[in-house]
């Protein structure tokens, strides 16, 4: 390796008794992409942070092309070279992919813009890394892979040399990732660094030199990506050993529980169009789509936040009751997208979060009276039989970690408050079950998904994660602008194939 | 400068937060005191003395929290779901509005009813229109979006114009030798005195007892439930499957009401009749309490009559020593803001550069 152009020695950041990154030392060389590997909460985000200067670190310091930086001045990051590519973007919609370029990188004090050297300048920059993008297209108008090129030509025109993406293909369909690939090969060929931040462990591999693992905070570990593997990795990233989720086979499918024919919901930003769908006993039925695709939309209707304007939904044989407390009410567990908005009340204590969906009901309360013995105990037994560690009953939501949060929401929909703790729901929404958990807790969620699916629930599974996709589901639907295409078992899926009906390419319906 | 989360609250932190306030009031009072050349010690003295210090002191003190915590209640129950009623004095002039129309003695006559019955009647027609007039923005800010912090508040002038319109009209008391007032309660409708010789009247029971029920409301029941998950986290509330609009509707309603009985009450138990200079603001008066009170319902009582004190003890203040009773504003103002303050740096901690 020649000189290093980034060296970050000894940061160590303390967030109260919590070590965010304790004394990391690491070195970024030319032309090189370096893999920046860990679980969340794993110290990813805040050493990037300090690398910006959006934070200060303790203790540390920092040096870009052998000079120091000077700390918790992100101007100074960006003129030593330093530029950065967040995981959700900064663009104005409304105006030009030019306009979004020269955004900031003008003085306010000079009189006219220099449009023409602009468009010159981003036109030369776009050229030489093969990001074929028209200056003149409005931002809005957009996909998502196009706006993500915006973004890097962005830091590229402010003269970047060194590259921070935070999990780029968070956003992408495989395609797209290739077509990013290979961007990020020609930049490293030109001689720019690339520090690439994911937890994927494949891509991980893919396209990086070196990869470097975080876990609490610490650097526990740094190897050449030709001489490691996946697994490896994993049980660095983890610190034991894992094993990925295993297909594991529905053998006990048996009658439709929920039928939607040909739904519709209101325009809104996400919608589903026509949408057709069933839902046997016993199965997992898993949705991929790149997201803003209508997930959310099919994810509201189920969980009876949103209303259909067309089609009909049928569950067990009778119209679709809308409301969630009729919903719960008839067996139907909801695992929202958002754990921390719409999942719990963060102010409320977790007793209360506990009973919520089934406080009108007359286990819960009489006569509009809260019976809140009957509700403790309900949450201690959520608590106690999803392993909810870190706060007790009484303790506000928002203190639990995205992990147990979910174990508690998985909990309060699969354990039934009369029956025991095994009583299966009869349908199971799941909206990014484990989006953002450590591995353990994703492991713990899949788990708790095959287990009631073997016991007769029927479930759907929406994921943004095409390997959750492929390993949970026993029948697959690809959701593109709002529209399934047929659901065929996981087999008959080639990668190629989601990928292309992904991008709403070979979908039937898509081309009426 | 920023804020940094704490990690863990101390429970010290927590006891010291609202001594450490107080000490900060007082200080800030105490520099304006000594600018109007007045002796700090004796002063404040004054104010306490005045305020707390003598049976006639209290029951003044007690008299005026009377319409402050029923005020503070409306502000806290509304406040709880993030319904923000800046309209309780709006709906404090027409619950006194209402009451007056009931029990009033219009050409002299009442109604011919059972004082009791009449009483529960001039009663609920003041819960009525304070909830009445609270539906409106409510129904306009769940349905449309409209904010009800405007509607709230400009319905407050609209009230009182027209309060003053049916005091110079069709309400007005014949023999009130031209003075825009109201015809009086028949006798038997006012609230009877706690103390003799004294204003403090048994509203006061009223208040505390209303300050009982919402508490309770809010903590046991499930309406009480729903009203605070609509407040922390809307869409986590609708999720749930708590029903938002019905919930926004009856917050309303509960709190208008509350605020419509602070009217009825203090015509009932001190005034007698109404007039437009019946509440120095009692209504705005209620959101600090209610926000000093950390929107606990019974915390309320508390706040209510501290700011009463201060209030009642700066009048007294001011004629001994000369400083205006603009300084009860003052310390009400500075002690809401301190105690604000102080509330937050229990939570974080502030880190310079």
Not at chain 1, 492 to 512: D, F, V
């Amino acid at each position: 390796m020649s000189a290093p152009v980034l060296k970050l020695a000894h940061i160590t950041k303390r967030f109260g008794s919590l070590t965010a990154n304790d004394d990391i030392s690491l070195e970024l060389g030319a032309g090189e992409v370096l893999a920046l590997l860990g679980e969340n909460g794993a110290g990813k985000s805040t050493l990037v942070s300090i690398l910006f200067g959006h934070y200060t670190a303790d203790a540390g310091q920092i040096e870009a092309f052998g000079q120091p930086l000077p700390p918790g001045d992100p101007k100074a990051a960006l003129a030593a070279g330093i530029g950065m590519v967040h995981q959700h973007f900064t663009l104005a919609d409304n105006l030009s992919v030019l306009d979004n370029v020269m955004m900031g990188s003008e003085s306010l004090w000079q009189p006219f813009t220099r449009r023409r050297a602009a468009r010159a300048r981003l036109l030369a920059v776009a050229q030489r890394f093969g990001l074929d993008v028209d200056a003149n297209a409005r931002v809005g108008g957009l996909s998502v892979g196009q706006r993500q090129r915006v973004e890097i030509l962005k830091a590229l025109y402010r003269g970047t040399r060194i590259l921070i993406l935070d999990e780029p293909t968070a956003v992408l369909t495989p395609q797209e990732s290739e077509a990013l690939f290979a961007v990020l090969a020609q930049m490293v060929a030109q001689g720019l660094s690339i520090i690439f931040i994911s937890h994927k462990l494949g891509e991980v591999l893919r396209v990086s030199q070196r990869v470097a693992v975080l876990r609490a905070g610490k650097l526990v570990a740094q190897a050449k990506a030709s001489e490691t593997t996946q697994s490896q990795l994993a049980q660095w990233m983890v610190g034991h050993a894992v094993s990925a989720a295993q297909r594991q086979p529905a053998n006990n499918v048996g009658e439709a529980v929920c039928v939607l024919d040909k739904v519709s919901t209101a325009p809104a930003r996400e919608r589903l169009r026509d949408a057709s769908l069933t839902l046997n006993r016993g199965e997992i039925v898993a949705i991929a789509g790149v997201s803003g695709n209508g997930q959310s939309a099919l994810a509201q209707l189920l969980c009876g936040t949103r209303a259909a304007t067309a089609g009909t939904v049928v569950l067990m044989g009778r119209p679709w009751p809308q409301k969630p407390a009729q919903l719960v009410a008839l067996g139907v567990a909801r695992i929202p997208e958002d754990r921390h908005e719409v999942g719990v009340i963060g102010d409320l204590p977790l007793w209360e979060n506990a009973a919520s969906e089934r406080l009108q009901s007359r286990t819960f309360s009489r006569f509009g009276w809260v019976r809140r013995r009957a509700a403790y105990a309900y949450a201690q037994r959520v608590i106690a039989a999803f392993d909810v560690r870190g706060a007790g009953a009484d303790a506000p939501a928002r203190s639990l970690s995205g992990g147990n949060m979910q174990k508690l929401i998985l909990g309060r929909a699969l354990v039934h408050p009369q029956r025991d703790a095994t009583a299966t729901p009869k349908l199971i929404v799941a909206h990014q079950p484990t989006w953002g958990l450590d591995i353990g807790a994703v492991d713990y969620v899949q788990q708790q998904l095959f287990a009631a699916r073997n016991a007769g629930a029927a479930v759907l599974l929406i994921s943004d994660d095409l390997d959750e996709v492929l390993a949970l589901g026993d029948r697959v639907a690809v959701i593109h602008d709002g529209q399934l295409t047929p659901a065929r078992p996981a087999l008959a899926w080639s990668r190629e194939a989601i990928g292309l009906a992904m991008a709403g390419i070979s979908s039937p319906q898509a081309t009426p | 400068m920023r804020l940094e989360k704490r990690a863990q609250q101390s429970a010290i932190a927590l006891a010291l937060a609202p001594v450490g306030a107080l000490a900060f009031t007082l200080l800030i009072s105490a520099l304006l005191v000594r600018w109007a050349g007045a002796p700090v010690g004796q002063a404040y003295g004054l104010l306490l003395k005045g305020g707390f210090g003598s049976v006639f002191a209290l029951s003044e003190t007690l008299t005026r929290a009377i319409p402050l915590t029923l005020t503070g209640l409306a502000a806290t129950v509304a406040f709880k779901a993030r319904l923000f009623n800046i309209g309780a004095e709006g709906q404090l002039y027409v619950g006194a509005l209402a009451a007056v129309a009931v029990g009033g003695l219009h050409g002299g006559t009442g109604f011919a009813l059972p004082a009791p019955l009449l009483f529960v009647l001039m009663m609920a027609a003041a819960a009525l229109a304070g909830a009445f007039l609270l539906l409106g923005p409510a129904l306009m800010k769940a349905r449309l979006g409209v904010d009800e912090v405007v509607t709230t508040l400009l319905l407050n002038f609209i009230v009182l114009l027209f309060v003053s319109l049916m005091l110079d009209g069709p309400m007005k008391d014949p023999s009130a030798m031209g003075w825009p007032q109201s015809v009086a309660l028949q006798d038997e409708l006012t609230l009877a005195k706690l103390i003799a010789q004294t204003r403090v009247h048994t509203g006061l029971l009223w208040a505390w007892t209303l300050a009982v029920i919402v508490w309770a409301l809010m903590k046991f029941t499930v309406q009480g439930f729903n009203i605070r998950a609509v407040g922390a986290n809307t869409r986590a509330a609708m999720f749930a499957g708590v029903p938002v609009t019905r919930t926004v509707v009856l917050v309303a309603m509960l709190s208008g009401a509350l605020a419509g009985l602070a009217g009825a009450i203090e015509v009932a138990g001190r005034t007698g009749y109404l007039t437009l200079d019946m509440s120095p603001g009692y209504g705005y008066t209620g959101i600090v309490i209610a926000m000093l009170a950390a929107l606990h319902p019974l915390g309320v009582v508390f706040a209510s009559v501290f700011v009463a004190g201060v209030l009642v003890g700066a009048d007294s203040m001011s004629r001994a020593v000369g400083v205006p009773t603009y300084i009860a504003d003052v310390i009400v103002a500075a002690s809401l803001i301190s105690v604000l303050v102080a509330t937050s740096l229990t939570q974080y901690r502030i880190r310079w550069k």
